[in-house]
């Protein structure tokens, strides 16, 4: 009786230990279950509920003055009595093509103020000679720009409203992570105001602009959505819609937004003083790479920038040379150029920071006081072109792929050099060599090699051969073009 009671015993324990674990696994699922619902919102309803009297449609009318139509071909010939008679009638004929014509676009804005400031993209209102904005509620009021920001496609706008506006206010666009909800509304294709939700699906995007810092999103963006906000489950903007990447004009999941810690600061700017002030250190720079870090002593991994020239301005004053390299601006580590120019373009104007720069192999701090960046100015310091031309004497490098020669009168007005300007010039580059790919062109001057200044060819032989002597596998150039200068490293075979 004793051992036939055993099997029973066992098989009710089993029995209860499967229960057991079926429980479990039921209690660990509706916990998971329960979590997923609680990261997603049921419903959009009270959010856009909540935001949509803050969103705007923006309409803006441009006036065009009318092409005169030439007289019709075949009919008179050029230069006849009649062709004036001809062109008069047919001006009439086609409904009088003289006239100034009005063209209209559409796009979408959000109120940050109760007194009537709004942003929006600037492309949406650039060039426009009237500007109308429709709010939620139905009511229209004019508008006038108050500043723009072509860098980041920024602009302000104000209208005068007779009662307080509803608004919003911007959130930290720095905490927002890939995966959190977002909320896109605006005017898409003219549809008036309309609501779409989506994820983060990446950060820190960039287009074309130095100072482009775009949350990328999957929640629908069509045209007439720029200048939109984009919200995040608190009702805050974390960025301003700009641009879709799409092959037929609209939405396949990919969109940007500028992000709102970019735009805020803009817009404070904007409406303080009309235009952006932005901080200038007044140096050329450039990114390293592997090669660059092999030549130059005291870096050891890729990061910072690289002085390629010291104009007159901020860090000439502070004692900024050519070859530093910009490791530390104001605290913080410099990751590369677009890096270092978005934090010097944040900073205030004439304040005064600490840089930490390699300078022959150790760390030095400069104090510079920042200017204030003139993007136009900087843009038109550039020379014009050089022309080539092949002087003698000169020396070719086979190792290297490139033919030089020294400077000489012929050669500086050839390319139009300057006259205090040394070094030697690149005659001719073998298009399957390492200095092509790396950028170097017939007309480049070097002006320095190894870290030394050379002016001329016997000089830039030594360097090669110091460089081989010394254990380095690449030598550094600095390479001018035009006026910009550039370096890049040569891989030198023993």
Do not use: C
């Not at 449609?57 to 030439?70: C, S, Y």
């Not at 810092?213 to 301003?240: C, H, K, M, W």
């Amino acid at each position: 009786m004793k051992s036939a009671a055993i099997p029973a015993t066992n098989s009710s324990y089993q029995n209860r230990t499967i229960w057991l674990s079926f429980l479990i696994f039921l209690l660990f699922f509706f916990q998971a279950t329960l979590s997923f619902a609680q990261m997603m919102p049921n419903s959009f309803a009270d959010l856009a509920e909540k935001i949509s009297p803050s969103v705007v449609n923006i309409t803006t009318t441009t006036v065009t003055a009318g092409k005169a139509n030439q007289a019709p071909r075949g009919i008179v010939p050029e230069g006849s009595p009649f062709e004036e008679f001809f062109k008069e009638f047919d001006d009439r004929r086609r409904g009088g093509n003289l006239r100034p014509r009005r063209s209209s676009a559409l796009g979408s804005g959000f109120v940050i103020s109760p007194s009537g400031f709004i942003v929006t993209n600037n492309h949406v209102i650039d060039g426009a000679d009237e500007i109308q904005i429709e709010f939620f509620s139905g009511k229209v009021l004019p508008a006038k720009v108050i500043g723009t920001d072509k860098n980041t496609d920024i602009a302000v706008l104000k209208v005068e409203p007779d009662l307080p506006l509803e608004f919003v206010g911007f959130g930290d666009s720095d905490i927002a992570r890939v995966g959190d909800w977002v909320v896109a509304m605006g005017n898409p294709m003219g549809q008036g105001f309309s609501v779409s939700a989506g994820i983060v699906s990446a950060r820190n995007r960039a287009l074309a602009g130095i100072y482009d810092d775009y949350i990328q999103t999957d929640a629908a963006i069509n045209r007439g959505n720029s200048g939109g906000p984009l919200f995040n489950l608190e009702g805050d903007v974390v960025g301003v819609n700009t641009a879709i990447l799409s092959p037929n004009g609209g939405s396949i999941g990919i969109g940007f937004s500028m992000a709102s810690n970019v735009v805020s600061r803009v817009t404070d700017q904007l409406i303080k003083f009309g235009e952006i002030r932005r901080g200038w250190l007044g140096v050329r720079i450039q990114d390293l790479d592997e090669d660059l870090v092999e030549s130059i002593d005291g870096v050891d991994q890729v990061g910072g920038a690289l002085v390629s020239g010291v104009p007159d301005g901020p860090a000439k004053d502070a004692g900024m040379k050519q070859n530093d390299v910009i490791m530390v601006f104001d605290g913080r580590e410099v990751e590369g150029v677009r890096d270092l120019v978005q934090t010097v373009g944040n900073t205030e104007v004439g304040k005064a920071v600490d840089v930490i720069v390699v300078r022959n192999g150790k760390e030095v701090t400069l104090s510079v006081t920042l200017g204030l960046r003139d993007d136009e100015k900087l843009a038109s310091s550039e020379d014009v072109p050089k022309k080539e031309t092949v002087p003698e004497p000169q020396k070719n490098f086979k190792d290297l792929g490139i033919t030089l020669s020294n400077l000489t009168d012929e050669i500086r007005s050839g390319l139009g050099l300057k006259d205090e300007l040394e070094g030697v010039v690149v005659m001719d580059v073998i298009e399957t060599s390492e200095a092509y790919e790396k950028g170097l062109r017939s007309g480049d001057v070097i002006v320095e090699a190894g870290q030394s200044k050379i002016t001329a060819i016997s000089e830039f032989e030594d360097q090669v051969t110091a460089t081989k002597e010394g254990g380095r596998k690449t030598m550094l150039l600095l390479v001018r073009r035009n006026s910009d200068p550039r370096f890049l490293a040569l891989t030198i075979q023993k």
